[in-house]
């Protein structure tokens, strides 16, 4: 893979070839493969090597970005002129910083996130574990469907005022569904180091699952007290961070306008933003290679910090709604320039509870209640309710009198993210969890009472 | 390219592949938008590279590389046989392949204006001059555009002797307008939501789409929804517009038809399907008024989903899906075409880039118009008591396509045959073919409209892929409206 200093020499040959006041370069690149499987067989199995460059200029208070992954000289030359034309034709952003040098900034230090194991995992080693994973589903009479992932991956930033940042990433990951007659079952999970992934354990709680569900019965929508297992609190939980933003904020489209300092959920929720955790992943660094600060977002249900690019902060500190957004400098949460976005966190973390309960003890507490393993096609109702519609499923339990008794047809919802995180009456230990609808956080299994269930499907 | 192609295939060949193709892809984009008066981004981008599918010991291997160097392009073949080969190791039976005349063809979409010939600044001229539109209008909090270009030249070739050479020009561009005031945001877009109208055109699209003159009446229309009562809730008689009846195909017709999800082959993903395959000329899927067709070819539009060949090598095809109400047939690939007793793919596999194996897409799935002339206002005028809604603003549906949920951004109430009074959070519910079987209405071709999805998400690694739908503006009865705000 390409390493930080012929990153660097890559770098000069663009400098040269630029005429702009200063020029960025985001550098990213490596190798990733997936093996796929379904109806018991390996029926996709991919691999991929890519290396792309991204050009960001300023001219006067202007700024554009150009990309390529071709890097042949003629090319190069090509991608910068290009950043520059583009920039070039632009009114002047009176909001636009000059870029940053870096100096001066603490350097924010994560555990290493690359796995030579991860790293050399080849597709015969990927086949083994597929077959595992369908022995499993042979053995419980079921078919599976799923994947399992590595890759090797870099990324650096570097610009005129002497700036360089650099992160290289193993990423693994698998996901199963036990599929049978009538039901069926999935468990997801992910991790830098592919030694922490277990295909079997997780086929064997997928085809548990899938058991468990099977014949599922109609039961009356309706608001249950709901018992979410990780993955389906971050895929609901991942809708809110993107208002956790001071962009979001100043363009009006954030459900925590003038709502930053209050109290908008339960005592027992707590939230950071912290890319040092031992569970999380990711560069430490920004899209504009600011380091990421480790943010208290909610405590004790208060909305407490906002994230802030560096643009966006200075933009904020004159703006209407700078006392009343709390604390404003620049975290590192900001996205490649330019954008509309701005920024956002996306290295969650829960705080846990004061006295965690496992997922069985709060199965045990349950008088009525509904298991839910998964969420899926969470899409957003009302911005500022922060109502989301989806669907459970892949295990779906009715709990009564304590114990899970059968399988149930899947559900819709309508939940209000503010009205469910102000319901949790127990959480477990936090995990890193992965889903389909949000990015991967560490998060505790929940139950919450009174979960808005409006409809039924046929299955 | 047909160089580096048929190095790709003389060394699957040599290394034991029974099939191979190559797809070297050369791609460019440009990407533009505003937020509030100002360049809230501006980009160019371009891509190339060569992605080789392969069948070795009866199974699917798939390698791509940006380096087109012969060593580079050799040793990403011999990497895909590996593939094929560890794939092999897990399989039920070997891959068999519907035959396909191997052809050698050229193909451009048609097009006026290249796009990318146009200037950025008369590009962002057009978008700021809207923008400042939108936020002319007192109330408007966010006003956001955007402007999308892509040129995609391919070059396929196959062990089979097919050598094709296309290039799809793709054109897009939309606005929103936002009011926030008190606990509410509302927004209105043009033409529709999440990116606005595309199109496989030149830059011929953009003047046809009439953005400045509707501005103003969007930004007028996201600051009332402020004031306006909220829709009612219960069952009503709907008529949804053109957009959002292509919504309504894309997610309640055109997933569901995918035969790959049919099989089980996205269960653990983008999920499955309830059209198994003894529903097959046996369902009624809608009334007699519904006929649905998927339409690659260049007669039918210049869709997302028009092309000449697919992926892999297959011609365009016109598949009858809902025939008066009745289900005739699936979207296949030469894989899956004699499971459901076809000879032939209906020629749908499609990848979204080099990097990326092909697999089932939609093409242009669309509701044909009714044969009857009937206008929106005379569709509106023969209701006596209903609500139209306009524009997406939240779409969800179950993993197997049955039960589904829409919001939209604007409704109006509809009482004796005329529109009185606009209705904000309107949203419907329901089951896909109870839906569809209560459809009395659609009116004709002068109110169809292709529109184009461009952000349709499937596979794993995901792809993402542009699809298109016709669709006319339609009328269903007894339908449940206003799940999505109700606190049971």
């Known amino acids: 893979m390409l390493d930080q200093n012929k990153a660097a020499d890559l770098f000069a040959k663009l400098m040269r070839y630029s005429t702009a006041d200063e020029i960025e370069l985001y550098i990213y690149g490596g190798h990733s493969a997936l093996t796929r499987f379904a109806n018991n067989t390996i029926h996709q199995n991919v691999a991929e090597d890519n290396v792309g460059i991204s050009i960001r200029t300023v001219f006067g208070g202007c700024t554009a970005r150009a990309t390529t992954n071709k890097l042949d000289d003629e090319s190069l030359k090509r991608v910068v002129q290009s950043s520059e034309n583009l920039a070039k034709v632009q009114q002047p952003d009176p909001d636009l910083l000059p870029m940053s040098s870096g100096r001066g900034d603490k350097q924010t230090i994560a555990p290493s996130r690359y796995f030579d194991q991860t790293a050399a995992l080849e597709p015969g080693a990927r086949a083994d574990v597929v077959k595992k994973i369908v022995g499993v589903a042979e053995k419980h009479k079921l078919t599976t469907a799923g994947i399992f992932s590595n890759s090797k991956n870099f990324e650096g930033i570097f610009n005129s005022q002497g700036l360089s940042q650099w992160h290289n990433q193993t990423s693994s990951e698998i996901s199963i569904t036990m599929l049978g007659e009538d039901s069926s079952g999935w468990q997801k999970s992910n991790s830098p180091n592919v030694a922490n992934l277990d295909g079997v354990a997780l086929a064997e709680i997928a085809a548990s699952k899938a058991a468990g569900t099977a014949h599922p019965r109609e039961i009356p929508a309706g608001k249950y007290p709901v018992i979410l297992e990780p993955a389906a609190v971050l895929d609901m939980a991942g809708f809110m961070f993107w208002d956790f933003s001071g962009m979001a904020i100043l363009d009006q489209r954030s459900f925590l306008n003038e709502r930053v300092g209050t109290k908008l959920f339960g005592d027992n929720i707590n939230i950071w933003d912290d890319v040092t955790h031992a569970l999380q992943s990711g560069s430490t660094y920004d899209g504009e290679g600011t380091p990421r600060q480790r943010l208290q977002l909610i405590e004790n249900g208060v909305v407490k910090r906002l994230t802030y690019a560096r643009a966006t902060a200075e933009k904020m500190r004159s703006s209407e709604h700078k006392d009343k957004v709390g604390p404003i400098e620049p975290t590192g949460h900001g996205f490649l320039l330019p954008n509309e976005m701005g920024e956002a966190p996306m290295n969650i973390v829960f705080g846990g509870a004061t006295d965690p309960k496992t997922k069985e003890q709060m199965i045990a507490s349950t008088e009525k209640g509904i298991l839910i393993t998964r969420l899926w096609y969470i899409r957003e109702v009302d911005p500022y309710q922060k109502i989301l519609t989806g669907m459970t499923r892949d295990g779906t339990f009715y709990v009564e009198n304590g114990k899970i008794q059968y399988g149930v047809r899947n559900f819709r919802f309508n939940e209000s993210l503010i009205h469910m995180f102000s319901n949790v009456e127990e959480m477990g230990t936090p995990v890193r969890a992965s889903g389909e609808e949000s990015f991967d956080m560490v998060v505790p299994p929940m139950k919450v009472k009174d979960f808005n269930f409006t409809e039924v499907t046929k299955f | 390219m047909k160089q580096i192609a048929e190095w790709a295939l003389n060394i699957a060949s040599q290394k034991g592949a029974s099939y191979a193709d190559a797809r070297a892809v050369s791609d460019r984009g440009r990407a533009l938008a505003t937020k509030n008066g100002r360049v809230g981004s501006a980009s160019d981008s371009e891509s190339q590279g060569i992605g080789i599918r392969v069948l070795a010991d009866g199974a699917w291997g798939f390698a791509a590389c940006d380096d087109l160097s012969r060593a580079s392009v050799e040793a990403t073949a011999s990497r895909a046989v590996e593939i094929g080969k560890a794939s092999a190791r897990v399989k039920q039976h070997d891959v068999r392949m519907a035959g ?208 000449a060949y697919d992926d892999e090598g297959v011609p365009a095809q016109c598949t009858p899906i809902i025939r008066n109400g009745l289900f005739t047939g699936y979207l296949s690939s030469r894989e899956t075409a004699h499971m459901v007793g076809l000879d032939r793919s209906g020629g749908t596999l499609r990848a979204e880039g080099w990097n990326r194996l092909p697999i089932i897409r939609m093409t242009n799935i669309s509701i044909l118009p009714g044969e009857k002339p009937l206008t929106l206002e005379q569709l509106i005028s023969d209701t006596d008591h209903g609500i139209y809604m306009q524009t997406n603003r939240s779409w969800s549906i179950d993993d197997k396509r049955y039960n589904f949920q829409f919001g939209c951004e604007m409704g109006w109430e509809i009482k004796n045959g005329k529109r009185t009074c606009m209705v904000k959070n309107p949203s419907y519910s329901g089951i896909t073919t109870d839906f569809w079987n209560s459809m009395d209405a659609i009116c004709s071709a002068d109110e169809w409209t292709l529109w184009g999805t461009p952000n349709c998400g499937k596979g794993q690694p995901q792809q993402v892929m542009g699809t298109g739908h016709g669709a006319s503006p339609a009328r269903f009865r007894n339908i449940k409206v206003g799940s999505a705000y109700k606190q049971s």
């Open chain 2, 100 to 307: 396909e005349k191997p052809v050698v063809a050229e193909w451009t979409t048609p097009y006026k204006v290249d796009p990318f010939t146009t200037s950025v600044e008369q590009n962002l001229e057009l978008l700021l001059k809207i923008d400042s539109e939108l936020r002319s209008v007192k109330g408007v909090t966010l006003a956001e555009t955007n402007m999308n270009f892509r040129r995609e030249e391919q070059w396929f070739a196959s062990s089979e002797g097919a050598n094709i050479h296309q290039t799809k020009y793709t054109t897009g561009a939309g606005y929103a307008a936002y009011a926030f005031a008190g606990s509410e945001i509302q927004k209105r877009s043009y033409p529709t939501s999440f990116g606005g109208q595309w199109q496989n055109k030149g830059y011929e699209l953009i003047e046809e789409l009439k953005l400045i003159e509707n501005a103003q009446r969007i930004g007028e229309e996201a600051v009332a929804l402020l004031k306006v009562d909220k829709c009612p809730e219960g069952n009503f008689t709907i008529i949804l517009e053109s957009a959002q009846l292509g919504l309504q195909i894309h997610e309640s017709i055109g997933h569901p038809i995918e035969l790959d999800r049919v099989l089980g082959m996205e269960a653990n993903f983008a999920g499955t399907s309830f059209l198994t395959l003894d529903k097959l000329r046996t369902l009624r899927y809608g009334s007699e008024l519904v006929n649905v067709v998927a339409d690659a070819r260049q007669e039918h539009g210049p869709g997302l989903g028009t092309f």
